[in-house]
């Protein structure tokens, strides 16, 4: 009996596993379009999914943001005041001691900030699931959020990429000169 019921047992396991998993039968390959796991992982792949839907995929290039735009942008528009206080109590010195020197002069940097993005998959399809959000005549819209964290690895970064930096220095009383301009401790020449 004990037999019996470890065979029953054994059939019972193995019959809730089949019912599971129906991507793997015997002879038969059914892939849901639900991630990357059934997909030949030693072959490159030329398509994506997203939504469950085998697509093509979205090549895209991060940039830098304002890399391009030389200044920000407006509509035309006339200053209108809402709010005014035309009328003042009295004053007062704000450093009456004069207890610290006069500001040294101006660098901007330019770009003061880098950001960059370094994008390394093997897949296509979490890229293009980023950039594509809908196709044809919407008249529904719905969001949900999925995360599938499938793994996680963080480094150091040995080296920062290099890109060109403008700088421009103002400040300077006339015929004042320098003696060295160094960013990073590299001695760099400006020009007038």
């Known amino acids: ?17 089949a019912n599971r998993d129906t991507a793997l039968k015997k002879g038969i390959f059914v892939d849901p379009f639900l ?11 030329s398509a994506a999914i997203v939504g469950g839907k085998l697509t ?3 090549a895209a290039t991060p940039n830098a943001p304002g890399g391009d735009v ?17 009328m003042r109590t009295t004053t007062m010195k704000v450093n009456p001691y004069a207890a610290f ?7 901007v940097l330019t770009p003061a900030i880098d950001r960059w993005t370094d994008v390394d998959t093997t897949w ?28 996680t690895s ?16 103002s400040g300077f009383g006339p015929n004042e000169a320098l003696d060295s301009v160094s960013f990073d401790g590299i001695v760099v020449t400006p020009t007038a």
């Open 101 to 107: 020197d006069g500001l040294p002069a101006t660098v």
């Open 124 to 151: 296509s399809s979490p890229l293009t699931t980023r950039i594509v959000t809908g196709s044809g005549v919407l008249t529904q819209t719905s969001s949900s959020t999925v995360n599938n964290l499938l793994s």
């Open 35 to 45: 991630n990357d796991d059934v997909r030949d992982q030693g072959v490159k792949q």
């Open 1 to 17: 009996m004990d037999f019996l019921a470890t065979l029953i047992a054994q059939q019972t396991l193995k019959s809730d596993a």
């Open 70 to 86: 030389a200044a920000p942008a407006s509509l035309k528009f006339t200053l209108a005041t809402v709010l005014s206080q035309p």
């Open 56 to 58: 093509l995929p979205v």
């Open 154 to 169: 963080s480094q150091v970064q040995e080296k920062l990429r290099q890109i060109p930096v403008l700088f421009s220095i």
